[in-house]
C-alpha cells in the first residue's frame, strides 16, 4: 500500500471509501477503534464491507483516513497478507493532515493523487447489499438513494424523474422517504477548485448541485444500514450473527 501514487486515472471498479470520521455517536458502544474496525462477531466491520464490495466487482480500493488512521491501516495490511480478501484488489490509503470533512477527503485525494474522470465513492459506516453495478452505470453526479419506513434520523431526498431536486432536514416524525443511501458516483472536475478548507459533501456540494438539477438519483431496492448509532450498529450485528436470515 502507498500513502501517494500520481497520475490515477480511476477504472469503474475503483472506489475511493471515506473513513476519516471520529464516530463520535456510536463511541457509547465502541470507543477503543475507529468505527470502520466496530466488531461485528469477531471480526471488524470492515472486513464485511470488503466482502461485500469485492463481490460486487470493485478491484481497487482507496481509503481516505484521519481519526486512528493507523488501525485501520494495519488491519488493511493483515488483511492483504492473509490474501482475503483483497487478494486481487488493489489498496492505496491516504491520510488527510487534519479533519477535512466528506467533501474536502475527496477534494484532499484529487489533488494530492491526481485523480482523474469520474470514480465512486463511498462512506464506511454505510452497509448496501448491492448498488456498484447500478451506480457506475448512472451519469456523474450521481447519488444512490434507498427508501427506509422511517427517515427521521436522515433527513429526505427529494426526487423527480431520478433527479435529485432537494433535501428536507432531519426531523421527528418523518416517516417514510428516500434517503442518501452514502455512495455517489463523481468527477474529479467537480473538486479541481478546491481552496483547502473543509467541507460537506451532504451539507455543501450536494445542495448545490440539487438546486440546479444536476444530481442523478439512483434508486436501490437492497439491505441498507448506517452503523453511526449505537442502536443500528447492534442491529447489523445481530443481523450477521443470525447469517443474515432476518431482516435488516
Known amino acids: ?21 471520529v464516530g463520535s455517536r456510536l463511541q457509547p458502544a465502541v470507543s477503543t ?5 466496530a466488531p461485528v462477531v469477531n471480526r471488524p466491520y470492515l472486513h464485511y464491507l470488503l466482502d461485500n464490495w469485492l463481490a460486487q466487482g470493485v478491484t481497487s480500493l482507496i481509503f481516505l483516513l484521519h481519526h486512528q488512521a493507523g488501525l485501520i491501516e ?45 470514480f465512486l465513492a463511498t ?49 421527528n416524525g418523518a416517516g417514510a422517504a428516500w434517503i442518501n443511501a452514502g455512495l455517489y458516483h463523481l468527477n474529479a472536475a467537480q473538486f479541481q477548485d478546491w481552496d483547502g478548507r473543509a467541507f460537506s459533501l451532504e451539507r455543501e456540494m450536494f445542495p448545490a448541485l440539487a438546486s440546479t438539477g444536476k444530481l442523478s438519483a439512483v434508486p436501490l431496492e437492497t439491505e441498507f444500514i ?13 443481523w450477521i450473527e443470525s447469517g443474515k436470515s432476518s431482516a435488516l
Do not use: H
Open 1 to 21: 500500500m502507498c500513502s501517494r501514487t500520481f497520475g490515477i486515472k480511476m477504472r469503474p471498479a475503483s472506489l475511493l471509501v471515506i473513513a476519516g470520521g
Open 33 to 37: 477503534v475507529p468505527k470502520p474496525l
Open 74 to 118: 494495519t488491519f488493511l495490511e493483515r488483511e492483504q497478507d492473509l490474501g482475503r480478501p483483497l487478494v486481487n484488489c488493489s489498496v492505496r490509503i491516504l491520510t488527510e493532515p487534519q479533519p477535512l470533512g466528506t467533501g474536502g477527503a475527496i477534494a484532499y485525494a484529487v489533488q494530492q493523487l491526481q485523480i482523474t474522470g469520474s
Open 123 to 171: 462512506n464506511a459506516d454505510t452497509w448496501l447489499g448491492s448498488g456498484i453495478k447500478q451506480i457506475s452505470e448512472a451519469s456523474e453526479p450521481a447519488m444512490a438513494v434507498v427508501r427506509v419506513d422511517n427517515s427521521d434520523r436522515y433527513g429526505k431526498v427529494r426526487i423527480e424523474r431520478n433527479v435529485v431536486v432537494g433535501f428536507d432536514e432531519k426531523r
Open 226 to 238: 448506517d452503523i453511526g448509532v449505537p442502536k443500528d450498529y447492534f442491529r447489523f450485528c445481530s
